[in-house]
């Protein structure tokens, strides 16, 4: 069979088929970085989240202080 007739049947050149799996690898790692990310984006939100908590308390103890002080200069 000549070069020709394997391209019109579906047949892939060397060229085309180190494109191809240039192009999985690069899938693959993109993927693998998708995954990685998304199991630290949770961790990371819940430690802010948990940090928000701890700053708000902190606000609400000191807007307690400032009302109870207002309130004993009247």
């Known amino acids: 069979m000549a070069r ?11 060229a085309e088929v ?7 690898r690069e899938t693959a790692k993109a ?3 998708n995954v990685d990310y998304n199991r630290v984006v949770p961790d990371i939100l ?6 928000l908590d701890k700053l708000e308390d902190k606000l609400d103890k ?6 109870g002080q207002a309130g004993r200069k009247r």
């Open 4 to 14: 020709s007739d394997k391209q019109a049947q579906g047949a892939l050149s060397p």
């Open 18 to 24: 180190r494109e191809l799996l240039a192009a999985m």
């Open 31 to 33: 993927s693998r970085e």
């Open 46 to 51: 819940t430690q802010i989240l948990n940090k």
């Open 62 to 67: 000191i807007e307690n202080a400032v009302k």
